[in-house]
C-alpha cells in the first residue's frame, strides 16, 4: 500500500474513534471538542479526495465558527445531564437496534457494485488549474438548489432555537430590570436619620 491508503485509513480510524467518543462521553464540553477532531479528520479525508475547498470550507465554518458557537451555548446553558444518564438502560435496546440498522444499510451502500475497487481506482485526474470550488458552486445552484435552500432555512431555525434557549430565565440567577431602575427616586434609595448629637 502505497502513502495516501496509510493516511487514509488514518484519517478514517481517528474520524471513526473521535465520533465514538462523542457520543459516549459524560462531558459535554469533551463531546464538543471530540467533534471538532472528527472535523478535522473528514477534512484530511476530503483533502485526499482532491477536494481542497470543502476541506477547508469545514475546518473554517465548522470548526472556527459553528463549534466555537456550540462551546458557548453548552457553556452558557449548563445542561444537567444526570437526568439523561438515567434513562440510558431503558433506551439502550432501541438504540441499538437503530445502530444495526444503520450498519447494515452502510454495509449494503458500500458493498454495492457502484464501490467496487476497480471503479475507485479509475477516478478522473484533474490538472493544476482545475477548479472544484467553480464545479460545486454550478452543482449548487443548478442541480441542488432547492435541497441547498432547505438546508440554509433549517440552519436559520437552529439558530432561533438556540437564541431562545439562552433566553430562559433561571430562578437563582439575578437580572436587571432597566425600566424599573430608571423609575426609581431617591427616596427609595437614600434615607436621611436625623439623630441628637451626643456628648461623651
Same mark, same amino acid.
Given at each position: 500500500m502505497n502513502?495516501? +491508503?496509510? *493516511?487514509f485509513l488514518t484519517f478514517s480510524l481517528v474520524a471513526v474513534a473521535s465520533a465514538v467518543r462523542v457520543i459516549t +462521553?459524560?462531558?459535554?464540553v469533551h463531546a464538543a471538542l471530540f467533534l471538532v477532531l472528527t472535523f478535522f479528520s473528514c477534512a484530511g479525508i476530503w483533502l485526499l479526495a482532491e477536494a481542497e475547498f470543502l476541506g477547508l470550507t469545514l475546518v473554517l465554518v465548522y470548526v472556527g465558527a459553528v463549534m466555537v458557537l #456550540?462551546? #458557548?451555548v453548552v457553556m452558557m446553558l449548563d445542561v444537567d445531564t444526570a437526568p439523561m444518564q438515567e434513562g440510558f438502560t431503558r433506551y439502550l435496546p432501541l438504540g441499538l437496534v437503530i445502530g444495526? @440498522?444503520? +450498519?447494515?444499510?452502510? +454495509?449494503l451502500v458500500v458493498a454495492s457494485p457502484k464501490f467496487?475497487?476497480?471503479k475507485l481506482s479509475n477516478a478522473v485526474a484533474h490538472g493544476a488549474d482545475y477548479s472544484n470550488t467553480e464545479e460545486l458552486g454550478k452543482a449548487i445552484y443548478t442541480d441542488y438548489l432547492y435541497q441547498f435552500e432547505i438546508a440554509a432555512v433549517i440552519l436559520l431555525v437552529a439558530i432561533i432555537a438556540a437564541i431562545a434557549l439562552?433566553? !430562559?430565565? !433561571?430562578?437563582e440567577t439575578k437580572y436587571q430590570k432597566p425600566s424599573e431602575q *430608571?423609575? @426609581?427616586?431617591k427616596s427609595d !434609595?437614600? !434615607?436621611i436619620v436625623k439623630m441628637k448629637s451626643e456628648q461623651h
Open positions: 502513502i495516501e +491508503v496509510w *493516511v +462521553v459524560n462531558h459535554s #456550540f462551546l #458557548f444495526l @440498522v444503520m +450498519v447494515a444499510e452502510m +454495509v467496487s475497487s476497480e439562552t433566553l !430562559r430565565k !433561571r430562578p *430608571v423609575k @426609581v427616586k !434609595r437614600l !434615607r
